[in-house]
T-cell receptor, first 114, second 116 residues
Framework: AQTVTQSQPEMSVQEAETVTLSCTYDTSESNYYLFWYKQPPSRQMILVIRQEAYKQQNATENRFSVNFQKAAKSFSLKISDSQLGDTAMYFCAFWGGSNYKLTFGKGTLLTVNP | NAGVTQTPKFRVLKTGQSMTLLCAQDMNHEYMYWYRQDPGMGLRLIHYSVGEGTTAKGEVPDGYNVSRLKKQNFLLGLESAAPSQTSVYFC???????????????FGPGTRLTVL
């Protein structure tokens, strides 16, 4: 069974600064996908970024980028130029194999301070 | 195109009461999921469906039943609600690309359920 671990329950960052959220996972699958989801106070789950394990290049989406270390089973999210609207719970998630489901970490609550 | 919708958005039940949560999607997605979210626990899969008329158990299925009679709807039932089922419930759907289950999961807005 896959597991996803987010070791930082809470983090804070000043507006305009850069912050990195950590995620590690455990799997025996060779092909899989990793995701970061954002959940603002509105409660809506929003996909931030996706990484396919067979791609060596790290995914980027505007101010969001990942550091994917496949051998270390690490998948961190970097948010550059943090904005107040980035304040949210962030979930790391794993999909792999034929079990049709996402496995989520417990989340990191990020607060961006003015 | 409404995406994934959930009914109701809020509900308060007394212990032992029953209720059904409705999830509807208009994206012609094959796969649908029910999750529950509890503080410090992330999202945990309750049940899922890979197509009309099929359902399967997820990580925490006890106390819940589901039905997928129509492709666009996925119902989650609580036959006898318990305080431990107080949670926020999310529905999601996705379309399997290339025969694999993965594709982006689209989430509904959630239902906050309180069982007294």
């Amino acid at each position: 069974a896959q597991t996803v671990t987010q070791s930082q329950p809470e983090m804070s960052v000043q507006e305009a600064e850069t912050v990195t959220l950590s995620c590690t996972y455990d799997t025996s699958e060779s092909n899989y996908y990793l995701f970061w989801y954002k959940q603002p106070p509105s409660r809506q789950m929003i996909l931030v970024i996706r990484q396919e394990a067979y791609k060596q290049q790290n995914a980027t989406e505007n101010r969001f980028s990942v550091n994917f270390q496949k051998a270390a089973k690490s998948f961190s999210l970097k948010i550059s130029d943090s904005q107040l609207g980035d304040t949210a719970m962030y979930f790391c998630a794993f999909w792999g194999g034929s079990n049709y489901k996402l496995t989520f970490g417990k989340g990191t609550l990020l607060t961006v301070n003015p | 195109n409404a995406g994934v919708t959930q009914t109701p958005k809020f509900r308060v039940l007394k212990t032992g009461q029953s209720m059904t949560l409705l999830c509807a999607q208009d994206m012609n997605h094959e796969y649908m999921y029910w999750y529950r979210q509890d503080p410090g626990m992330g999202l945990r899969l309750i049940h899922y469906s890979v197509g009309e008329g099929t359902t399967a158990k997820g990580e925490v299925p006890d106390g819940y039943n589901v039905s997928r009679l129509k492709k666009q709807n996925f119902l989650l039932g609580l036959e006898s609600a318990a305080p431990s089922q107080t949670s926020v419930y999310f529905c999601a759907s996705s379309y399997p690309r290339g025969g694999r289950a993965y594709n982006e999961q689209f989430f509904g807005p959630g239902t906050r359920l309180t069982v007294l």
